[in-house]
């Protein structure tokens, strides 16, 4: 996310910082990099334009120039101005427990509205919802099967009436179906269309009237960059959607959809998925996200992710572990699966300040599954006890794994130096175990 355009601020800023005190030709040289590296984001040119405009107004002020850090200064007016950009503020869907809640995703053909439905019924599940899938795409072949197959997947109920092709009809079942049952959120999925498409653009305004949802949300591909935005502006003319879902947006080292998109439409962005899992849809926050741009970090969600994959009591009972210096291969394996449903270790990491600085930061997966091949060829009383691991048990251990003696080695090497770390925080405050350096 961002990658590119994380670069070039990082290159532009640290020539300001380097400069020591600022002048307007100074600021006019960075301002006029800055333009062009939103541009090569495929940020809106009007955007760009009423962004560097705001931003040099606010960076020749006294206050930046007689400032002792002028640099850190007009950092500091990039990152308010890209927060204004992006809506200020997280939009959070106001569903409640005690009443049928009801989503409906929009947007163009192979935008990514299938898989997103069932990623939004994953995550309000999480919250104690009780979601229920709506097929109200009878036009492309195996849509239907595509949303019962996901829901198959996540244990969730999918409505659909395979016989129908009126989509009004379909939806107003859902509704009373759901009524009698204990669902209190539907989520439509319904077809792709383009906007310039008056028959089925006309059909979701139906559907709309006859539905009522709480929220329409435009599912727009981030990779299509400034079509994505221009196809969403045509859309809210016709339909007034709510909010926007960006989808591949691990994909999309640019970012202009994201940057855009509230400003030309109005409407902020909710969601974005960052990967194919399930659980690979982040909410959106806009000041979260400007701190990405600027290398300063995404501490907070990547704090959110340990949470949501790590239950608490499997986190207290580590936890007590490490206080007595309990700590086994089989809660490292264990942690390591966790860390793992978090997402790709170089999204962590691209999470945490300064990251950003490491040009083409990459994490070598296939390294871990040696390290869990190699755990899940000791027995289970070598994982207790690994200084029982002998010269021939280290041999054994390698074939086993299909690894060399030095792998298996170093990794007993790093688990003893782990362990070691962790006697100097007896008694102190522990690391939460979900956030562990494994």
Do not use: W
């Amino acid at each position: 996310m961002f990658n590119n355009l994380s670069e070039r601020f990082d290159d532009i800023f640290r020539k300001l910082k380097g400069k020591g005190k600022l002048n307007e030709k100074n600021i006019k040289e960075a301002m006029r990099e800055i333009r062009r590296a939103l541009l090569e984001a495929d940020v809106n040119f009007k955007i760009v334009k009423n962004f560097i405009s705001k931003v040099s107004q606010k960076a020749v002020g006294q206050e930046v120039m007689k400032s002792i850090t002028p640099g850190d200064q007009v950092v500091k007016i990039v990152h308010e101005q890209l927060i204004n950009l992006m809506g200020e503020k997280y939009f959070q869907p106001q569903l409640h427990q005690n009443k049928l809640n009801k989503i409906m995703l929009v947007g163009l053909q192979g935008s990514g509205k299938t898989t997103t439905c069932a990623k939004i019924a994953a995550k309000y599940r999480k919250k104690n919802f009780s979601p229920t899938l709506v097929a109200c795409d009878v036009y492309r072949p195996a849509a239907i099967h595509q949303l019962q197959v996901l829901g198959k997947q996540l244990d969730i109920p999918v409505f659909a009436d395979e016989k129908s092709k009126n989509v009004v009809k379909i939806a107003k079942k859902a509704v009373k179906e759901a009524e009698k049952s204990e669902s209190n959120l539907l989520i439509f999925d319904t077809a792709g269309r383009l906007h310039i498409d008056t028959k089925l653009m006309k059909e979701l305004s139906d559907l709309k009237k006859n539905v009522n949802p709480d929220y329409i949300f435009f599912v727009a591909d981030a990779m299509t960059g400034q079509d994505a935005v221009n196809v969403a502006k045509q859309f809210n003319a016709q339909l007034e959607f709510d909010g926007v879902i960006l989808t591949k947006m691990d994909s999309d080292a640019r970012g202009g959809a994201a940057l855009s998109i509230k400003a030309v439409t109005g409407k902020p962005v909710i969601f974005v998925g960052t990967g194919e899992k399930i659980s690979d849809l982040e909410n959106f926050h806009p000041d979260r996200m400007a701190n990405r741009i600027l290398g300063m970090g995404d501490v907070l969600s990547l704090i959110e992710k340990a949470e949501s994959s790590i239950k608490q009591d499997e986190a207290d009972k580590l936890a007590k572990k490490l206080q007595k210096n309990q700590f086994t291969f089989t809660d490292f394996l264990q942690q390591l699966q966790q860390i793992q449903k978090m997402g790709p270790l170089d999204q962590l990491l691209g999470m945490l300040p300064g990251m950003n600085k490491i040009k083409n930061l990459q994490v070598d997966e296939k390294e871990i599954k040696h390290v869990e091949a190699i755990i899940y060829s000791m027995t289970n009383r070598e994982r207790e006890k690994p200084a029982i691991i002998n010269g021939s048990r280290r041999k054994r251990i390698a074939e086993g794994s299909g690894t060399s003696i030095q792998q298996v080695n170093r990794l007993l090497k790093q688990f003893d130096q782990m362990k070691k770390m962790m006697k100097k925080f007896n008694g102190k405050k522990m690391p939460s175990p979900g956030m562990l350096p494994f």
